[in-house]
C-alpha cells in the first residue's frame, strides 16, 4: 500500500484523496445517514398519525361532553320508571283542573280522551316516549282563554294541545268564549326497554 502510495504522482495523490473523501462520504450516508433519515421520516409519520389521533379523541370527548351536558340538563325531564296509567292520568287531569281554576274558567269537560285508544300497541311501542291524551272543555271571557292556552302549551309538564275549537258562547247578556281541545302529556324514559311493559296496556285503554 505504501509502494502504491508513493509512487503516485503529486496531482494523482490530490485525486486519491478527493476519491477517498467521496467514498467516506458515500459510506458515512449509506451506514448513518440514510437510516437515520428514514428513522427520521418514520418517526415524523407516527407522530403525525398520533396527533390526528388524539385530534379525533379530544373530537370524541368534546362531543361526549356536550352530550353529558345536554343530558344533565334534560334529566329533570326523564322518568327512571314507567308509573302506573291511573296515576299517570289522574296527575294529568289534576293539572289541567288546576290551570282552569288558575284563570277563573267554568270546566265542564275533564276526562281521557276517546282519541286514546286510536293508537295501536304496534304503533305506541315504534315510539321512545310515552302519550297519555285528556279532552278538556271550559269557557271564559278570551283573554283568559289565551292564557290558560299558553298556559298549557308552555308547561313543564310537557303538554302539547293537539287539537282545538273555539266558538263563542252567550249565556243571557254574557258572551264567553268556549274552548273544546284534546291534549296531550308525554313521558319519557330514560330507558327505551321500560317501555315494553307499558306500551300495550296505555294503547288498550
Known amino acids: 500500500m505504501n509502494q502504491f502510495f508513493t509512487s503516485l504522482t503529486p496531482l494523482q495523490k490530490k485525486f486519491f484523496y478527493v476519491a477517498v473523501f467521496f467514498v467516506t462520504l458515500a459510506l458515512f450516508d449509506v451506514l448513518l445517514v440514510s437510516p437515520s433519515n428514514a428513522k427520521r421520516v418514520k418517526i415524523e409519520e407516527e407522530t403525525k398519525s398520533a396527533e390526528e389521533a388524539i385530534k379525533g379523541d379530544l373530537k370524541i370527548l368534546s362531543y361526549q361532553s356536550k352530550v353529558d351536558k345536554e343530558?344533565?340538563?334534560?334529566?329533570?325531564?326523564?322518568?327512571?320508571?314507567?308509573?302506573?296509567?291511573?296515576?299517570?292520568?289522574?296527575?294529568?287531569?289534576?293539572?289541567?283542573?288546576?290551570?282552569?281554576?288558575?284563570?277563573?274558567?267554568?270546566?265542564?269537560?275533564?276526562?281521557?280522551?276517546?282519541?286514546?285508544?286510536?293508537?295501536?300497541?304496534?304503533?305506541?311501542?315504534?315510539?321512545?316516549?310515552l302519550t297519555y291524551k285528556a279532552d278538556l272543555e271550559c269557557s271564559g271571557n278570551l283573554e283568559d282563554i289565551a292564557?290558560?292556552?299558553?298556559?298549557?302549551?308552555?308547561s313543564k309538564e310537557f303538554f302539547k294541545i293537539l287539537k282545538i275549537n273555539l266558538a263563542m258562547k252567550k249565556t243571557g247578556d254574557v258572551e264567553e268564549m268556549k274552548a273544546v281541545m284534546t291534549v296531550a302529556k308525554y313521558i319519557f324514559p330514560s330507558d327505551p326497554e321500560l317501555l315494553k311493559d307499558s306500551t300495550a296496556s296505555i294503547a288498550k285503554k
Not at 147 to 154: E, H
Open 147 to 154: 292564557k290558560l292556552l299558553y298556559k298549557i302549551d308552555t
Open 71 to 129: 343530558k344533565e340538563l334534560f334529566k329533570p325531564y326523564y322518568s327512571d320508571s314507567i308509573p302506573k296509567d291511573e296515576e299517570v292520568m289522574s296527575q294529568f287531569l289534576g293539572k289541567l283542573d288546576s290551570y282552569v281554576k288558575e284563570f277563573g274558567l267554568t270546566l265542564t269537560k275533564n276526562n281521557r280522551s276517546n282519541d286514546q285508544a286510536e293508537e295501536s300497541a304496534d304503533a305506541a311501542s315504534k315510539k321512545d316516549y
